[in-house]
Nanobody, 126 residues
Framework: QVQLIESGGGLAQAGGSLRLSCAAS????????MGWFRQAPGKERDIVAA????????YNTDSVKGRFAISRDNRKNTVYLQMNSLKPEDTAVYYC???????????????????WGRGTQVTVSS
């Protein structure tokens, strides 16, 4: 069983930056692909970014390409989401998740992830 705890959320101005962290415990962190999802009020939970178990492959949804970057440190059991050039539409609760190995493909759907954190609020003001 993997426990995930997100941190680093908060209030930022448009154009600003935040760095989210997700600390894992209770499992073999280095064996899991990891993902960041977000959910705005009244909307579905959607993928933001994902990274393979070894960090060699990653995925970013179109709306964050060039602005957000996912990374991981398997020695620290932690995955990060660096968010730059923030926009008001990035406002959401951000969730960290541990997923399933799918061969060469990085998991990108909610159904492909088995363990979730409780989320951290990110609010971007205009």
């Amino acid at each position: 069983q993997v426990q995930l705890i997100e941190s680093g959320g908060g209030l930022a101005q448009a154009g600003g930056s935040l760095r989210l962290s997700c600390a894992a415990s209770g499992g073999t962190f280095s064996s899991y692909p990891m993902g960041w999802f977000r959910q705005a009020p009244g909307k579905e939970r959607d993928i933001v970014a994902a990274i393979s178990w070894d960090g060699r492959s990653s995925y970013n949804t179109d709306s964050v390409k060039g602005r957000f970057a996912i990374s991981r440190d398997n020695r620290k059991n932690t995955v990060y989401l660096q968010m730059n050039s923030l926009k008001p539409e990035d406002t959401a609760v951000y969730y960290c998740a541990a997923g399933r190995r799918l061969g060469s493909r990085v998991p990108v759907t909610v159904a492909e992830y088995d363990y979730w954190g409780r989320g951290t609020q990110v609010t971007v003001s205009s």
